[in-house]
């Protein structure tokens, strides 16, 4: 055998033996192989610092207009280019939402909608055909013991199924000797710091206040 065939067979096996140890190598890495976990993306309004929880009211012809009055003092019937009628799958309703100021102090804010039912086949949607944004409002629960000062509350519609509300305001409680039961007159300074509420006195000093400052914007979804 020539030295040229002899170094030939030589440089074929290491060939072949590196394939089979490349091919295991890859094997393993294989078999060592997790795929990493898909990201979550978790979006959070950054200026929201209270909690919302909404609820809707269906109201009758004769509610609604009691209702916008009430809100607008204008009368909805008298007012251009509003309809004298409605099919039957279309109403009116008032979405309202407790907004949870801590410290067990809640104040409520709402809006007027008109509402469509569409039949989607066998489903029937609901849809926004008209926001009233000039009956958006901002009231306390207890306006005995809690006032508020308002600086905007803004109603926008987004699209035919979500609607955002979005508010800015403070809210100032009270406390006469008589009104000291109330959550608010029994937390410690430290609890109340923590729930953003920070002592104030009235003018005269008689009476024990605090006071909370607050923004936040929450969404109705269809």
Not at 26 to 53: K, N
Not at 59 to 64: D, K, Y
Not at 206 to 221: A, E, L, N, P, T
Request: charged content about 25%; aromatic content about 12%; proline content about 3%.
């Amino acid at each position: 055998m020539s030295i040229i065939k002899k170094w030939g067979y030589i440089l074929s096996a290491c060939f072949v033996a590196l394939l089979i140890l490349l091919n295991s190598s890859r094997e393993q890495e294989l078999e060592d192989y997790t795929p990493p976990t898909p990201e979550v993306e978790i979006i959070m309004d950054s200026l929201s610092d209270v909690a919302f929880h909404w609820e809707m009211t269906n109201l009758s012809p004769e509610q609604f207009h009691s209702r916008y009055l009430e809100l607008t003092g204008e009368d909805f019937s008298q007012l251009k280019g509003q309809p004298a009628s409605y099919s039957s799958n279309i109403y009116h309703a008032e979405y309202t939402a407790l907004v949870d100021l801590g410290a067990g102090v809640d104040v409520q804010t709402g809006f007027l909608a008109e509402i469509e039912e569409v039949r989607d086949g066998s489903e029937i949607q609901r849809e926004f055909r008209q926001v009233y944004e000039n009956t958006s409002y901002l009231t306390p629960e207890d306006s005995n013991s809690t006032k508020l000062v308002q600086n905007y509350v803004m109603v926008t519609r987004h699209d035919q199924s979500r609607v955002q509300v979005s508010l800015n305001a403070y809210a100032d409680w009270l406390s006469s000797e008589g009104q000291r039961k109330h959550e608010l007159g029994v937390l410690s300074a430290e609890e109340l710091r923590q729930q953003h509420w920070f002592p104030m006195e009235s003018m005269d000093g008689s009476d024990k206040g605090f006071r909370r400052y607050f923004s936040g914007s929450g969404w109705v979804k269809l």
